[in-house]
């Protein structure tokens, strides 16, 4: 499977050659319907809670808006996962026959073959070398993390790495940032892998703080992943909030 960039605003993605123009075409239509909502909401954009949402209601927003309401989250803690997954099916709308975007660290995956993905939780010492093999029957799967020591992206903890798995790329990603919140020491892997896990809807939680890792739900196989180039490979998030009209 072969990925190509491309870059919108301030975000950054990698996109299977499989839907690339028709993910690209989605993604700048998705940013355009987001970005005119919360013209008319402004609250949607800033708020580190829930708000009520707005007619007319776009269907981004009210994925976001879903998940904001599940994870206690503002909804731009979903805005990556859920413009990864809805570009992907738009792009199966249009015929494609599997698409997997990735949008700093936030991705969804429907694909026909299986795929291993490497892991990197920055200077932890637990997670390195370790990767997921996600095969074809766990697809469309969401992979969606968050991490408090690396990265732009707001988090109010110190997680190393938190990565969850789900169905729906708007509740992964919002619940990866709440995992990346709740996770200050080791001591707190347990409680919030039990927090993620009561949510409807959360597949599989993996975290990891220092030399400790907390994992609950259904996992894809860890395998083993001695890759000399992993830090070329590194997803590199940029903050979506400050891309957004004020």
């Avoid at 800033?46 to 309401?69: F, G, N, Q, T, Y």
């Avoid at 979903?78 to 698409?99: D, F, H, K, L």
Wanted: charged share 25%.
């Amino acid at each position: 499977m072969n990925f190509k960039a491309f870059a919108h605003k301030s975000a950054s993605y990698r996109i299977s050659e499989s839907c690339y123009d028709s993910a690209c075409r989605a993604i700048v239509t998705l940013r355009e319907e987001l970005e005119e909502y919360i013209r008319r909401h402004p609250s949607f954009l800033d708020s580190l809670v829930p708000v009520k949402p707005i007619k007319p209601l776009p269907e981004i927003a009210r994925r976001m808006h879903r998940a904001s309401e599940l994870t206690g989250l503002g909804p731009m803690a979903a805005v990556a996962g859920t413009i990864a997954q809805m570009a992907c099916e738009r792009s199966r709308a249009e015929g494609a026959r599997e698409a997997a975007v990735e949008n700093g660290g936030d991705m969804y995956l429907a694909l026909r073959e299986s795929l291993t993905l490497g892991l990197y939780a920055g200077q932890a010492l637990a997670g390195q070398n370790l990767a997921f093999h996600i095969s074809s029957e766990r697809m469309p799967l969401a992979v969606c993390s968050s991490s408090g020591t690396m990265g732009h992206s707001l988090s109010l903890g110190r997680c190393d790495l938190a990565t969850v798995f789900a169905s729906d790329a708007s509740l992964a990603d919002g619940a990866a940032t709440l995992a990346g919140n709740l996770v200050r020491t080791p001591e707190d892997l347990e409680p919030a892998v039990n927090r993620l896990l009561a949510i409807e809807g959360i597949g599989g939680v993996f975290l990891v703080k220092g030399e400790k890792i907390g994992l609950g739900g259904t996992l894809p196989e860890l395998v083993s992943l001695a890759d000399p180039d992993i830090k070329t490979k590194i997803s590199r998030d940029r903050s979506e909030l400050s891309s957004f009209p004020d």
